[in-house]
């Protein structure tokens, strides 16, 4: 039985071969957190795939080759064979040869963020005057925060600061 929304495998008691599950769980974590695809609108499976690389597979044109009747799901390359994660409401993905966050809807995937290499100017609000969290992936500026101008973004339920700690050299 797995844990319900990301599907990571338990380890039971008196279980053989417990290094399995658990190895099973970290390649899970590894598609599933901070996803970053390659690409999103790639129908062939690549002919010289990478070990760990993502591909967040389109609906049409419907996947051929090794990814038939997988449309829709993220593709994950590990030791020479290709994973299938289906994605749930809320998931998002950096696509990278768009340079944009993708976030799925529970039907579609949507795009959530301009391209890094548009001009973006962040919508700013006070705490007073928050929006809706909605749609998940959200970006915006909360202006009078004890710690000045902050850029936070929606989980699609709360609004959560993001850490610019680990983004400096």
Same mark, same amino acid.
Do not use: F, H, K
């Given at each position: 039985m797995p844990t319900p929304r990301l599907?990571?495998?338990y380890i039971e008691t008196q279980q053989a071969q417990k290094? =399995?599950?658990h190895a099973e769980g970290? !390649? /899970?974590?590894? &598609?599933? =957190?901070?996803?970053?695809v390659q690409a999103r609108m790639v129908s062939v499976p690549? &002919?010289? *795939? =990478?070990?760990?690389?993502?591909?967040l597979l *389109? #609906?049409?044109p419907a996947p051929t080759g090794d990814w038939v009747n997988q449309a829709g799901k993220v593709a994950q390359r590990l030791g020479n064979v290709w994973r299938f994660h289906t994605p749930f409401a809320g998931w998002t993905v950096w696509v990278m040869d768009e340079q944009a966050a993708y976030t799925y809807t529970g039907t579609t995937w949507i795009q959530t963020t301009a391209k890094s290499t548009d001009p973006v100017a962040l919508p700013s609000y006070t705490l007073a005057t928050l929006p809706a969290a909605l749609p998940a992936g959200r970006l915006i500026f909360v202006? !009078?925060? &004890? &710690?000045?101008? /902050? =850029? #936070?973004?929606?989980d699609g339920t709360k609004w959560r600061l993001i850490s610019t700690d680990a983004l400096i050299n």
């Open positions: 599907l990571l495998p290094e =399995v599950t970290l !390649n /899970r974590l590894d &598609a599933l =957190v901070m996803t970053t690549p &002919a010289s *795939p =990478v070990d760990g690389q993502l591909y *389109p #609906v049409s202006t !009078n925060t &004890a &710690a000045g101008a /902050r =850029v #936070v973004y929606s």
